[in-house]
Nanobody, 122 residues
Framework: QVQLVESGGGLVQAGGSLRLSCAAS????????MGWFRQAPEKDREFVAA????????FYADSVKGRFTISRDNAKNTVSLQMNSLKPEDTAIYFC???????????????WGQGTQVTVSS
């Protein structure tokens, strides 16, 4: 069992930055792929970014490429999402998720956090 707790959401103006963090409990954090997803009102949950077990490979949705950066600290059992140049369309609840096996850009992840709200005003 893995528990995930996100933090760092909030309200920011367009063009601003936020850094989301996700703390994972349980053993073998470095054995899991980590991902960030988001869900806007009345929309499906969508992939944002993912990172491999050792942090050597990262993957991004086209909509955030060049603006968002995912990173992980296996010693601290945390994964972060640095979000720059935020746009109103980035407004959503952001979820941290983890899975064993290979990186996937679908929602086929095993464990999910409760989410943190990000609101970008124009």
């Amino acid at each position: 069992q893995v528990q995930l707790v996100e933090s760092g959401g909030g309200l920011v103006q367009a063009g601003g930055s936020l850094r989301l963090s996700c703390a994972a409990s349980g053993r073998s954090f470095s054995s899991y792929v980590m991902g960030w997803f988001r869900q806007a009102p009345e929309k499906d949950r969508e992939f944002v970014a993912a990172i491999s077990r050792n942090g050597g490979s990262t993957f991004y949705a086209d909509s955030v490429k060049g603006r968002f950066t995912i990173s992980r600290d296996n010693a601290k059992n945390t994964v972060s999402l640095q979000m720059n140049s935020l746009k109103p369309e980035d407004t959503a609840i952001y979820f941290c998720a983890t899975r064993s096996g290979i990186v996937r850009t679908t929602t086929r992840y095993d464990y999910w956090g409760q989410g943190t709200q990000v609101t970008v005003s124009s």
